[in-house]
């Protein structure tokens, strides 16, 4: 299973920066590769809700499903990746900086089917994967910072 966690430092309240990343009908103005976001469950928050993301790579569509299965209302949640490509756990944690600011932490942990994808995962879609995370964590920052993503 491969794991990695990155952080980035935001210039906003805790409990603003939680509201968006807690919002997956905006994903796609701010996570990398997000085109589209459709809710499995009625409820759009919390533990138990669900979602199917659609994920662009290299001109190509794909399906992920994603069920929070861990919630701390303005704190952190834990997302299991249900169905899709990848195997997956991700815990994103909104922590509270002296300045008044943000710590916005994604905790990543997936895994690929099969000797053939922990081959790709080693040479090549490891990195792709964790650049994805640096980059939408980074339109998160300039979202919160600047009313817009890039």
Known sequence: MTH??????????????????DDPEHF?????????????????????????????????????????????????FTIEGTQGIVGSRNTDTVEALPNGGSQVIWDVKYELPSIAGKIADELLLGRMFEQSVEKSLKNLKQKMEHGAAT
Do not use: N, Q
């Open 4 to 21: 990695y966690r990155k952080s980035i430092e935001i210039g906003a309240p805790p409990d603003k920066v939680f509201k968006v990343l």
């Open 28 to 76: 796609p103005e701010w996570v990398d590769h997000c085109v589209e976001v459709k809710f499995l469950t009625p409820k759009k928050h919390g533990l138990d809700s669900a979602i199917e993301l659609t994920l662009r790579f290299a001109g190509f569509d794909f399906k992920s499903r994603t069920k929070v299965i861990g919630y701390e209302k303005g704190y952190r």
